[in-house]
């Protein structure tokens, strides 16, 4: 990194940006009073002296927080010598703290590279790379750092972090097993087995270790929510909801702080207290919380007490594709509100044009297009410019505030989305072309398969029971990678499961909808194929897991009154659960 780049690394390039996110996984703290020390030490070890008195201030100001500071004085130690590795450190965690990750990224290749024996850099770097989500590099960097520090808690902790949300469950542990028998009153590394083993979906083993970590240390606020998480999957809300609130007032960060507040509200939610519960889930607006989306939208901000007769309002798709069309439940009584004089815009994903058109002709719908700056996600609506005269904006859930503050006041609505009638014709057209019996359409898991979401989906070879059910015929709505699973269920169940020809089941989401309406069943996970299916009125059953929130605290789906819910009786215990779906099938055909 040249002067021009550290000059580039300035604050001036992020003063539009919000806080950083802080680790919430891995340990340790760049900025903490003992790696301040370190620097420090490393300042007065220079040779050069006219940039000493520079970095010792600048080391000041980032105790003080003042890192925009500080990085004005790295900036300036760095034009009188470009080749100071101290400079380039200090300059690295003044950004990381500023939230611009990218040139913080940078600076600190550029203090590694320059000082490759200063270890510490390694591991702020490791921790970086693992806020970004660069799980493999950040491996390598604890790896590196434990390599000149064997036995560390902190190092020890770090790499079984980033081997587990790399799906190496068994890595983790077997990395984590020799510094716990050295450091067994360690709290922070029973805390991390008890992640690794609840992400795997053994929640009761989770939570005995987050018990052991509280044990050692009753003020250990992140193990206290950790368990608050298992309970809820356990399908105790309330309780879940006692153990977050108690966490809460430990917090030091406000990121997490922020996080857990969200958590609480999700336990809100999933209890059924949803008057509390939509109006703390507006803290995933948050500036403060880690994976906040901002929204690049000039207008004023649409609340509950807003009136809305006549009005102009523009609502904004938010989360994932299935979030969207959850929370599309409401655009029905957002219509209703603004009245024949109001006016209505929606920005959806572009998947979902077509079909928000033809259920929503009344509105006006286009797409939001979302980026990644600096690791933040920032959604922006581009076709509606300053000029537009819109009265007011919501993201999409949050109008459930007015119009979803009990369960009682969910439609006993068949549908709130439109396929295609035409097509939905000429699918079923060609179901009857793929033989006699019931066409069941099966999606047994996500697009992103990751250590967090892996264990809602029940492993493809625990679908036997339902695959083998006479008489039916299982049609493939599975996007994404499928090859291996539908090779298994050919190869070693003799089921053919028949894929619809002509049709790219990720993309094409309106032709998406026209199949699962042709179809007399769709069975599966809470999916975005799922979703289109039940919001288009399809017949749906969904596999679930204890402790979901989109139940609103009953045994039921209030979003989607027609879907039928089977609920495993613990995580991890499909085997019951495919069971029972195989004999409702057996029953319904």
């Not at 989500?133 to 000149?148: C, D, P, T």
């Not at 560390?152 to 510094?179: H, K, M, Y």
């Not at 179809?519 to 399809?538: M, R, S, Y």
């Not at 027609?562 to 409702?584: C, D, G, I, K, S």
Request: proline share 7%; aromatic share 8%.
């Amino acid at each position: 990194m040249s002067r021009s780049a550290a000059a580039e690394a300035a604050p001036e390039s992020v003063r539009a940006l919000p806080a950083a996110p802080k680790p919430v996984a891995a340990a340790g703290d760049s900025a903490s009073p003992e790696a301040l020390d370190r620097i420090n030490e490393a300042v007065k070890q220079l040779r050069m002296h006219t940039v000493l008195p520079l970095l010792s201030r600048a080391v000041a100001e980032v105790r003080a927080d003042h890192h925009r500071q500080a990085a004005e004085l790295a900036v300036k130690a760095l034009e009188i010598d470009e080749r100071c590795g101290v400079a380039w450190h200090i300059l690295a965690i003044c950004r990381e703290k500023a939230g611009d990750f990218t040139n913080s990224l940078k600076c600190y290749e550029s203090a590694l590279s320059l000082n490759p024996d200063e270890i510490e850099i390694a591991n702020d770097l490791g921790r970086l790379a693992y806020v970004m989500g660069m799980k493999e590099i950040a491996e390598n960097l604890f790896a590196r750092y434990l390599l000149s520090n064997p036995g560390s808690a902190e190092g020890s902790n770090n790499l079984a972090c980033a081997q587990r949300d790399q799906l190496r469950f068994e890595d983790a542990i077997e990395t984590l097993r020799p510094v716990i028998y050295a450091n067994p009153d360690n709290a922070l590394l029973w805390n991390t087995l008890g992640t690794i083993l609840s992400e795997q979906g053994n929640m009761d083993q989770g939570q005995t270790f987050f018990d052991e970590a509280l044990r050692l240390q009753p003020d250990f606020p992140k193990a206290r929510y950790n368990r608050a998480n298992c309970i809820l999957a356990l399908g105790d809300a309330l309780t879940a909801l006692k153990e977050c609130e108690a966490a809460l007032p430990g917090v030091a960060l406000e990121s997490e702080r922020s996080m857990m507040r969200l958590a609480r509200a999700t336990m809100l939610i999933a209890s059924g207290d949803l008057e509390r519960g939509w109006d703390a889930y507006e803290e995933r607006l948050n500036a403060d919380f880690s994976d906040v989306t901002h929204y690049v939208v000039d207008k004023p901000t649409w609340t509950p007490e807003a009136d809305m007769a006549g009005k102009r309002m523009l609502v904004v798709g938010e989360q994932g594709l299935g979030d969207e069309i959850l929370f599309a439940n409401v655009i029905p009584d957002i219509l209703e509100a603004l009245g024949p004089d109001g006016d209505l815009s929606v920005a959806v994903e572009r998947r979902l044009i077509p079909l928000f058109r033809r259920s929503f002709p009344q509105a006006n719908i286009d797409r939001h297009d979302t980026y990644k700056v600096d690791h933040h996600t920032v959604r922006v609506v581009k076709w509606i410019d300053a000029d537009d005269q819109i009265d007011f904006w919501a993201p999409m859930a949050s109008p459930l505030r007015r119009f979803r503050r009990s369960v009682d006041a969910f439609p006993n609505r068949p549908a709130f989305l439109k396929a295609d009638p035409a097509r939905v014709a000429y699918w079923k057209e060609k179901l009857a072309e793929a033989g006699d019996g019931p066409k069941v359409g099966i999606v047994w898991k996500s697009l992103s398969m990751s250590s967090a979401r892996i264990r809602y989906y029940s492993p493809f070879d625990q679908w036997s029971p339902v695959l083998k059910t006479p008489g039916v015929r299982f049609v493939n709505l599975q996007y994404g990678d499928r090859a291996a699973e539908l090779a298994e269920a050919r190869d070693k169940l003799g089921v053919d499961i028949w894929e619809p020809p002509g049709i790219d089941l990720k993309d094409d989401l309106d032709e998406v909808a026209a199949l699962t309406c042709a179809l007399d069943l769709v069975v599966g996970p809470a999916t975005c194929t799922l979703n289109i299916a039940a919001a288009c009125g399809a017949p749906v059953w969904q596999i679930c897991t204890p402790g979901a929130w989109p139940l609103l605290g009953t045994d039921r789906y209030p979003w989607y009154p027609q879907m039928r819910v089977f609920l495993p009786p613990a995580y991890n215990r499909w085997t019951p659960v495919m069971a029972e779906v195989a004999e409702a099938l057996a029953k319904e055909f």
